[in-house]
């Protein structure tokens, strides 16, 4: 039996800083991270028997298939060699075409909303190890103001989604072999160790290129060709997308942790701590904050 190297699959609650991860594992010169996958749910979810034509369907027909850069006939192809056929050989031959394109061998996924299938997606991948990004929900949601994705502008409601998450990604983590949570605020404010402790999970040397990402994640953004997401997300051009994440194309920023103390309207942080502040708390994160 093949020993399958360990597959890091980041997860979180959307604007948690799992692009800026994402970004920072992909920089190492061994490990490739596509765009966000957006299939592996309905793939969970397919009935047995599925085919490789059913699968290249379902793969295809994912929002952000247009993407992930893999040509269609290629994956067509692969899937023909696979014999028997399953979908988590499946899963792996686009995975493995994705990190070819970088010239990679190992792979992994970034796709925040995977966060709410973990158990299902690690029974059809058991090399998966879910790295579950967790940032200070009130920068969560004021990061999210204005976007078409996210947690949306409304603090309470910010509160109860980014709650719910959490909530359930813990709860899952029970039925989990690998699984492991990183703060955002680790990873900006201490990047070197905090991916030294991520690279450990992932059984992958450590390697200082990670810590350039900035030098190539411009590139990495420009293969984004279609935003997707709720309608409003039409409006939404491939360099608007660029300008969201910006701040990828920078060393880390100290500035972007708390930025709630600076910037969250004194009203709208009584709003979520009424929600969230017990999971603020145990998650070690100050409350009752006063301006």
């Not at 028997?49 to 692969?78: C, E, I, K, M, Y």
């Not at 608007?240 to 910006?246: M, P, R, Y």
Request: with cysteine.
């Amino acid at each position: 039996m093949t020993l399958l190297a360990p597959a890091p699959f980041i997860v979180g609650v959307e604007r948690s800083g799992t692009t800026l991860l994402r970004l920072m594992l992909d920089s190492h010169p061994d490990l490739a991270i596509p765009f966000e996958t957006h299939f592996l749910h309905r793939l969970v979810a397919a009935p047995p028997g599925l085919t490789a034509a059913g699968f290249l369907d379902l793969v295809t027909a994912s929002p952000s298939w247009p993407n992930l850069g893999v040509p269609q006939d290629r994956l067509a192809t692969a899937l023909a060699m696979l014999s028997p056929f399953s979908a988590a050989e499946g899963a792996r031959a686009f995975y493995r075409l994705a990190a070819a394109r970088s010239g990679k061998p190992r792979w992994g996924d970034k796709t925040p909303p995977y966060l709410r299938c973990m158990p299902a997606i690690a029974r059809l991948l058991p090399e998966a190890r879910f790295v579950h990004l967790i940032r200070d929900g009130r920068d969560a949601a004021l990061s999210s103001r204005g976007l078409w994705f996210g947690l949306g502008d409304d603090p309470r409601a910010a509160a109860r989604a980014w709650m719910a998450q959490i909530v359930q990604a813990r709860n899952d983590a029970r039925l989990l072999p690998h699984y492991l949570e990183v703060r955002y605020e680790d990873l900006v404010l201490d990047p070197e160790a905090t991916l030294t402790r991520i690279c450990s999970f992932l059984d992958l040397p450590f390697d200082a290129a990670m810590l350039d990402y900035h030098r190539t994640a411009g590139a990495r953004l420009a293969e984004v060709v279609r935003p997707f997401g709720r309608g409003e997300a039409a409006t939404f051009s491939p360099q608007d997308f660029v300008a969201i994440h910006e701040r990828t194309q920078q060393p880390p920023d100290a500035g972007r942790v708390e930025r709630w103390r600076r910037e969250l309207p004194a009203a709208d942080l009584k709003r979520f701590e009424r929600v969230a502040g017990k999971l603020l708390r145990s998650l070690g994160y100050e409350t009752g904050a006063t301006r």
